[in-house]
């Protein structure tokens, strides 16, 4: 049969599954004044630590290092920078950290070879200097190696997972990624500073790399609802993450 005049033959509909864009997460730009502050304070954290971290100190069973209760700072500020200014931010931030954590062992390094009084006074200030500061150079590539290791594959989680999840999931990825760049940390600053701080059987590297380990991811966990709080706050005074998580 023939169609009628002015009617078209049916043809099968043809329907096309559009895929929404892909979001990226939102993060602000690194150029303010919030960013420098997080940076400069990891920064004298990471020098504070490895100026502590050349004493040897027993809690008890524990071993540990006069560096223990500072740590931890510089990893929450790193996850706090991770997530809000992003990866290649955190990347930074490490590598200005230590920088000026290599700038410190030079000037100490100086300052005990500059020539100094040769009273009983000053030969027994010359002696603390070389045995206080004098091993820090030995923490700093302990710390170098273990940090960087450590803090971007904690700021490489935490980014991985919050192209997954946006906004949602802080709490996941605060404690997700901080497993994974404490337990490298520990295991590579422990095994290399050891010496510099007087460990010298397998036992008593293993107490100080369990506890360094369990104190330093404890505390970052402890410290989840303030880290949530300061990320909140940031997000909402950086105007330019506001910006990117309207566009988002």
Same mark, same amino acid.
């Given at each position: 049969?023939?169609?009628?005049?002015?009617?078209?033959?049916?043809?099968?509909?043809?329907?096309?599954? *559009?895929?929404?864009?892909?979001?990226?997460?939102?993060?602000? @730009?690194?150029?303010?004044?919030?960013?420098?502050?997080?940076?400069?304070?990891?920064?004298?954290?990471?020098?504070?630590?490895?100026?502590?971290?050349?004493?040897?100190?027993?809690?008890?069973? $524990?071993?540990?290092?006069?560096? %223990?209760?500072?740590?931890? $700072?510089?990893? $929450?500020?790193?996850?706090?920078?991770?997530?809000?200014?992003?990866?290649?931010?955190?990347?930074?931030?490490?590598?200005?950290?230590?920088?000026?954590?290599?700038?410190?062992?030079?000037?100490?390094?100086?300052? $005990?070879?500059?020539?100094?009084?040769?009273?009983?006074?000053?030969?027994?200030?010359?002696?603390?200097?070389?045995?206080?500061?004098?091993? *820090?150079?030995?923490?700093?590539?302990?710390?170098?190696? +273990?940090?960087?290791?450590?803090?971007?594959?904690?700021?490489?989680?935490? @980014?991985?997972?919050?192209?997954?999840?946006?906004?949602? +999931?802080?709490?996941?990825?605060?404690?997700?990624?901080? +497993?994974?760049?404490?337990?490298?940390?520990?295991?590579?600053?422990? /095994?290399?500073?050891?010496?510099?701080?007087?460990? /010298? @059987?397998?036992?008593?590297?293993?107490?100080?790399?369990?506890?360094? %380990?369990?104190?330093? /991811?404890?505390?970052?966990?402890?410290?989840?609802?303030?880290?949530?709080? *300061?990320? +909140?706050?940031?997000?909402?005074?950086?105007?330019?993450?506001?910006?990117?998580?309207? @566009?988002?």
């Amino acid at each position: 049969m023939r169609p009628r005049h002015g009617c078209r033959p049916y043809t099968a509909a043809v329907t096309q599954t *559009v895929e929404a864009p892909h979001q990226s997460p939102a993060y602000a @730009s690194r150029g303010s004044s919030h960013f420098d502050i997080l940076v400069a304070l990891m920064a004298v954290v990471i020098v504070l630590s490895n100026i502590g971290a050349s004493k040897g100190v027993v809690l008890g069973p $524990i071993i540990t290092d006069g560096g %223990f209760f500072l740590f931890p $700072i510089a990893y $929450i500020v790193g996850d706090v920078i991770s997530e809000v200014y992003g990866f290649k931010a955190a990347r930074r931030a490490t590598l200005m950290g230590f920088g000026a954590a290599l700038f410190a062992v030079v000037c100490f390094w100086i300052m $005990i070879k500059l020539p100094g009084f040769t009273d009983d006074y000053g030969v027994a200030k010359q002696a603390a200097l070389e045995g206080a500061p004098g091993p *820090v150079w030995q923490i700093v590539l302990a710390s170098v190696l +273990g940090f960087v290791a450590g803090q971007l594959s904690n700021a490489w989680v935490m @980014s991985r997972l919050k192209a997954r999840t946006h906004e949602r +999931g802080l709490v996941l990825r605060l404690m997700g990624s901080t +497993g994974v760049g404490e337990a490298l940390d520990t295991i590579i600053f422990c /095994t290399i500073a050891a010496s510099a701080i007087g460990i /010298t @059987s397998f036992g008593q590297w293993a107490n100080y790399t369990f506890f360094g %380990f369990l104190w330093k /991811t404890l505390v970052e966990y402890a410290f989840v609802p303030v880290t949530r709080l *300061v990320i +909140g706050w940031l997000k909402q005074h950086e105007p330019s993450y506001q910006e990117a998580l309207a @566009s988002a």
